[in-house]
C-alpha cells in the first residue's frame, strides 16, 4: 500500500469504505455490504489524520526556511542614475559669471557572495559633464572594476555565512524524518484501534451467544416445567441468569459504539463518517508454526542495532545534532578577530564629445593602465560579548541535542526488549486462552447432559456457560494483544512503515506477520 504522507492517494477507498449504513443493533446479524479491511483504515489514516498534514505542513516550513537561507548568496544587481544641473559662479575679466554645467552619471554593479566566504562586486560606471554657459567641452568618463573580497580569519571558507544553510537544510531533513515518524505512530495508532474494534465487535458476538444460550435454556427448562419434569422455581434463576447476560450484551453494545469511535478518531474521520463507519473485516493474525520474534540475547541485541539505524525519529535526532554543531561551529569563528583581504583591478576611460556615441565610447577609448588595489582589513571588538554569548547558547543547544538523541536511542533499546517480551507473552497467553475455550465447550455440553438426567444442577449449567463466556472473551483479548504486540513490536524496530521521500509504503501482509 503506497500513499502520498497526508495527501488524497485514498479518496476513493475513503468513498467506498465509508458506508452509509446505521450502526448495527441488537437484531442486526447481516455483515456490512462494505466491511472495513485493515489495509482500508491504514489507507485512509494516511489520508486523512490530521497530524500528518500538520507534519506536511511543517516539512513545507522547513523547505521554506532553507529557500531562504540560499537567498543569502542571490547575486544582488545595483543600479542607479542621476541627472544633475548646477550654476557655479566664476570671476572673470569683465566680473561674475555663472558657469551651468549638466552631468549625467550611470552606474550598474553586482555584488555575490558565495558560501566560501569569498564576494564578488563587478562595476561599470558612466558620467557625462557639460558646461553649457560658457561654452565649454563636454567630458565623458567611464569606469570598470572587479573587487574580490577574502576573509582569512573570521568566516573563513564560509563557516559562518553557509551556517545558516547549512543549519536549515539539516532541520528541513530532519523535518522529513519527524514526517515518517509521524506517519509510523499513525499507523501503529490506527491499527491498534482497529484491533481494538475488531475485539469489540467479536464480544459483542461472545455476548449474543451467551444471551442466546441462556434464552434456550430458559425455553428447554419451561418445557421441562410444563411436563413436570423440573420444579417451577427453577424459572427465576433462569430468567435471571437471561436478564445478566442481555444486560452484558447491551454494554458491549456501547463497547462497540466507542471502539468504532476511536478507530474513527485515529483515522481523522468526522463524526458523520465515524457513526457510519463499516465493521471490521480482517481477522486477527494466525500463529506462526515455528519460533519467529526470538527473546535470546544475541537476537534482541540484532533488532536493536537495526531499530537505531531504520528509525525515523532517531535520523530526525541526528539531523538535529549536526544541525546544532553547525551552529556551535559557526559560533566559535565568529569569536576570532576580522581579517579581511581586499582586493580591486579595472581600468578609466576619457572622451570629449556630447554625442550617445561618446558617452559610451570610453569603455573602450582613450583607456589609461590597468589600476590595482590590494588593502588588507583588520578588526578586533574589544568586547565582543554578542559573539560569546551567542557561542554559548550555541554549545548548550549542542550539548541537549546529543543528550536528546542519546536519551532516545536509550529508550528505543527498553521499548525493543519490552515488546519482544510481549509478543512471546501473548502468544503463550493466546495459546492457553484456546485451551481454556476448548475445555469449556466439553464442560458446558457436559454439564447441560448431566442436567437433563438430573444429574447436575442449573447453578452448574450456568456455572459452565459463563466459564465458556469468560473463555471466549479472554481468548478475544489475547487474539488483541497478539496483534497490536505484532504492530508495537514493527514500530519498535522501525519496520512497520517503508518511506520514499515524502511517500510512505504499508506492507499489508507485514501488519499481521511478526517481525
Known sequence: MRAPIGGAGAGLALGILLCITPARSTAQTAPSPHPLTLQDAIAIALARNPTLQIGRRQVDVGRGAVLAAQGEFDPQVETSISRDRSEDPQLGATGVTSALTNSLTYKLGLTKEFRSGLTVTPEVGLSQVATVTPAGPSTNSASVGLTLLVPLLENWRGAVVSATEDAASREYDATISDLHQTAASSVLNAAVAYWGYLAADRRLDVFRSSESRAQQLVDETERLVAADERPAGDMKQLRANLAAKRAARIAAEQSLIEARQQVGLALGLDPDAIATLSLPATPFPTLPDSEVASSDTTSIALRIAAAVQSRADVAAAREREDEA?????????????????????GY??????????????????????????????????????????????????????RITREDLVRRISTDVLVTTQALQHSKAGLLASRQAVTLSEQSVENEKQKFRLGMSTLFDVILAEDGLTNARLSEITSEQSYAAAIARLRFATGTLVHVDGLHVDV?????????
Open 507 to 515: 506492507r499489508g501482509d507485514e501488519l499481521v506477520r511478526e517481525p
Open 348 to 401: 578609466q576611460g576619457l572622451e570629449l564629445g556630447r554625442g550617445v556615441d561618446q558617452l559610451f565610447s570610453p569603455l573602450y577609448r582613450n583607456v589609461s593602465g590597468l589600476n590595482l588595489s590590494v588593502q588588507l582589513r583588520y578588526d578586533y571588538p574589544l568586547n565582543n560579548r554578542r559573539a560569546l554569548g551567542q557561542e554559548l547558547q550555541n554549545a548548550s543547544a549542542y550539548a541537549q541535542q
Open 325 to 345: 554543531r553547525v551552529l556551535r561551529d559557526a559560533a566559535r569563528n565568529s569569536l576570532k578577530p576580522g581579517l579581511d583581504l581586499a582586493i580591486s583591478v
